[in-house]
């Protein structure tokens, strides 16, 4: 694994099946699990025709995301075998079908966490897919009901085809590889500090300095915030100065704690552990807000409601973002320069690279770069 962004190969050929109606079923090369302990093994999918609101992308990036991790582990519910993971996808449009007038092949594109929605509630009328009514579908391992229940299968693959609704534009001005990460870690720490209408002279800090943490502390300083970064390991003190933090507190430190009190507007968690909240809520200033972006397995400890009611703070948590806001993200990340800092894996390091998240190991995000697929076999496995 090394990092930067090496010159691919040539992409795997896909194989076209003619289905003699709408179109063709291509079969794409793949990565997948086909147990909750196979690891990742070499699939191969097939990928329906376009229909008249789809958009047939050849992939040449995905980020590799903590969830994945447990998704194809079966960590937190056991999925439908095979699973091909992967909601951080970034291609160029090869197919679009008849009422899509918003792309064109040659378009460089992505598709997010999400690949449907009902459409209908209130929540997806307002922009907010994340928080669906009637239950988003996601981009792996969710029954499809608008194609027969099909599972959807994610982006470790060669080419994915989306309704166009779910699909967005990534700007020139962004490296492809470098943005795949955007469309997870990058609106998931967008959306919170957009909502919180975070801006020039706020202060915001950072919990946790990983994958989140680093988009966060980007972003924040792209909006102008000051930004503090809580770590527990003096050890990413340089790193969280280097990405762009002012101030950096060792939170296990009772004094450096103390230091902070009151200092804070709105933070950031990104730890996906179980911690204690109220030394956090205690560098709170009036009005200030705490969003839980990391999601513990276990039981956190209990928040003091003394805390929150003495400062009138809130204490919120924060899903994705929808697909107009993961656009305008986009935008403003190309318009601020910001990207994920990111190590580039072929495929046959994904297992090495799920052991290496697990162990913290990796600064910030791993891609895969699809051109390291094997070509796809003659048959489907899903």
């Known amino acids: 694994m090394t990092p930067g962004r090496p010159v691919p190969p040539p992409l795997a050929k896909p194989i076209t099946l003619d289905t003699g109606d709408t179109g063709s ?16 093994v070499p699939l191969t999918l097939a990928r329906r025709a376009p229909t008249a609101d789809d958009v047939e992308i050849a992939i ?13 582990r079966g960590e937190w519910r056991v999925p439908p075998y095979p699973l091909v993971p992967g909601h951080e996808i970034v291609g160029r449009v090869t197919r679009v079908g008849s009422a899509v007038k918003e792309f064109t092949p040659g378009d460089y594109v992505g598709v997010g966490c999400l690949v449907d929605s009902c459409r209908e509630c209130e929540s997806c009328l307002d922009g907010l897919e994340q928080y669906c009514e009637r239950g988003n579908i996601g981009t792996y391992g969710a029954a499809d009901p608008r194609h027969g229940d099909a599972i959807t299968q994610g982006g470790y693959s060669t080419s994915v085809v989306v309704d ?3 699909v967005v534009r990534v700007p020139e001005a962004l490296d492809p590889a470098a943005a795949a990460p955007l469309l997870c870690a990058g609106i998931t720490t967008y959306s919170p500090l957009r909502y919180f209408d975070v801006e020039e002279g706020d202060a915001v800090g950072v919990v946790g300095l990983g994958g989140l943490g680093h988009m966060a502390v980007k972003i924040a300083k792209a909006m102008g ?17 280097e990405l762009g933090a002012d101030h950096v507190v060792l939170s296990k430190d009772a004094d450096a704690m103390e230091a902070a009190n009151r200092s804070i507007d709105v933070i950031i968690d990104t730890v996906a552990a179980p911690h204690d909240l109220n ?4 560098t709170l200033r009036l009005d200030g807000a705490l969003f839980q972006l990391g999601l513990p397995a276990d039981e956190m400890p209990p928040v003091s409601p003394g805390l929150l009611i003495r400062r009138r703070l809130a204490y919120a948590g924060s899903l994705i973002g929808g ?3 993961t656009q305008e993200m986009l935008d403003f990340c190309a318009e601020h320069g910001v990207a994920s800092d990111i190590e580039m894996v072929r495929a046959d390091q994904l297992n090495e690279a799920y052991d290496r998240m697990v162990a913290g190991d990796v600064k910030y995000r791993f891609v895969l770069d699809t051109s390291t697929l094997q070509d796809p076999s003659e048959r489907a496995d899903a």
């Open 279 to 282: 030394p956090y809520f205690r």
């Open 60 to 72: 040449e990036f995905c980020g590799l995301c903590h969830s994945d991790v447990h998704a194809t």
């Open 323 to 325: 697909i107009e806001e």
């Open 164 to 166: 166009r609704r779910f």
């Open 225 to 241: 915030a000051e930004v503090t970064v809580f770590t527990t390991s003096e050890s990413k003190f340089d790193a969280a100065r």
């Open 25 to 40: 079923t291509t079969l794409a090369a793949a990565y997948g699990a086909t147990s909750p302990d196979s690891g990742l």
